[in-house]
């Protein structure tokens, strides 16, 4: 499900009262906040030597991780209660003063990030909520920043209306994460075959690096967007596979991070049905008599 806060609200259905295994929203930076004063100067002296940022820089104005955070996990925990949340992004906060795990930790809530992964960040978070004991009570948080502060020309291609945040329910379909070290780009192809006949998807979201499966329904997640590209393209697929009722059974997202040379997936499949009968729990114990 895609979200734009910030903005009116186009009429829409009113929300399932269901978890949805992807949720996507948009958050337009013209109802942003600036990031204070002071972290440019401490960006520019830290990245550069320069006490004093380049003249004419404008202030950047974007969402903080805490209020994008804040607004997914609402609809979330009135589903049901969350004892584990895992962030990743792949950019740094806009504004590093502000802690996430401070301001979203409970008393029965732990929150913490993964980064430093790129864009492979999301695949390592799903792994580690996957793990949770109980996995209906675990979340993970992709977040994605349109600005930074302070200059980069590798993100120049960054969409720069609107901040990027998905949330994904590990226990809702998501199969388990895997993971290649040191693919080399001319790798990718030989690794990926492979890879997706042992994963019989229907459709295979690819990030904007990879290149295009042989023999496999492919789409390409937007190039604008950083963690959150294949999983919001996975959520505007089971959107408007709901709309249109063909929803595909099994859906493989593969992300590649040239600059660490890593190569991730993971099927989304649709849920089985449960079974209309159930049998009858034998008796494992039939004598009573020795029960304590």
Do not use: K
């Not at 399932?16 to 401490?42: E, I, K, N």
């Not at 006949?197 to 990030?207: K, N, Q, S, T, Y």
């Not at 604008?224 to 590209?229: E, F, H, K």
């Amino acid at each position: 499900m895609t979200a734009v806060i910030g903005a009116p609200a186009p009429l829409r259905h009113p929300e399932p009262t269901a978890p949805q295994p992807v949720r996507a929203a948009r958050f337009p930076r013209s109802a942003g906040r600036p990031a204070g004063p002071g972290l440019r100067p401490m960006w520019a002296e830290r990245l550069t030597g320069d006490p004093l940022p380049p003249p004419g820089d404008p202030e950047p104005v974007g969402h903080a991780f805490a209020d994008m955070c804040a607004e997914l996990l609402d609809p979330i925990q009135a589903s049901g209660p969350l004892e584990l949340v895992v962030l990743a992004h792949v950019t740094p906060d806009l504004d590093p003063r502000d802690s996430v795990a401070g301001a979203l930790a409970e008393p029965d809530l732990l929150v913490f990030a993964v980064s430093d992964q790129g864009r492979l960040a999301p695949f390592t978070a799903l792994q580690v909520a996957a793990a949770w004991p109980d996995r209906s009570r675990a979340a993970v948080i992709v977040l994605d920043q349109a600005v930074v502060p302070y200059r980069d020309p590798d993100l120049s291609a960054l969409d720069g209306r609107f901040d990027h945040a998905v949330a994904l329910r590990p226990d809702l379909g998501f199969e388990p994460v895997r993971q290649w070290a040191g693919v080399t780009g001319d790798r990718v192809a030989d690794v990926l075959g492979p890879a997706l006949a042992a994963e019989h998807p229907d459709l295979v979201i690819l990030g904007p690096a990879l290149p295009p499966p042989d023999g496999w329904n492919w789409c390409r997640a937007p190039g604008d967007q950083l963690g959150t590209a294949v999983f919001a393209a996975l959520g505007a697929v089971l959107d408007a596979s709901t709309d249109t009722g063909e929803r595909p059974a099994r859906v493989t997202v593969v992300e590649y991070e040239p600059a660490l040379g890593g190569l991730a997936l993971v099927t989304w499949s649709a849920p089985a049905r449960p079974a209309r009968h159930l049998a009858p729990v034998p008796e494992l114990l039939p004598d009573r008599t020795n029960r304590r």
